[in-house]
Nanobody, 125 residues
Framework: QLVESGGGLVQPGGSLTLSCAASGFAIDYYAVGWFRQAPGKEREGVLCITGRGIIATYADSVKGRFTISRDNGKNTFSLQMNALKPEDAGVYFC????????????????????WGQGTQVAVSS
């Protein structure tokens, strides 16, 4: 099970940190990542980090602004979002790969692992 936290309303240019807490399994060897869905749009990948710490950026629009990290000891991973723009608004979901030792390509391709319930991010002045 995955549970997100940290969403909310922020002004353009502001920052938010989303966290995802895993339970029922240890994330150590799993690729984990963040996806988002804006109103009226399809869900898209944002960032991923593998069990070995390899990071993949799925969305070019977040390069240089968003970072992903993981804390295996706490069984959590996070998405740090800086310089937020109105187009970053939407529901953000955390997910983990269904199988260990996979890549971020595997994670985005399969999307068969556990998902969080989503947390809303609003960017508005």
């Amino acid at each position: 099970q995955l549970v997100e936290s940290g969403g909310g309303l922020v002004q353009p240019g502001g920052s938010l940190t989303l966290s995802c807490a895993a339970s029922g399994f240890a994330i150590d060897y799993y690729a984990v990542g963040w996806f988002r869905q804006a109103p009226g749009k399809e869900r898209e990948g944002v960032l991923c980090i593998t069990g070995r710490g390899i990071i993949a950026t799925y969305a070019d629009s977040v390069k240089g602004r968003f970072t992903i990290s993981r804390d295996n000891g706490k069984n959590t991973f996070s998405l740090q979002m800086n310089a937020l723009k109105p187009e970053d608004a939407g529901v953000y979901f955390c997910t983990a790969d269904a199988r260990p030792f996979g890549s971020c390509t595997d994670l985005r391709r399969s999307q068969e692992g556990p998902w969080g319930q989503g947390t809303q991010v609003a960017v508005s002045s």
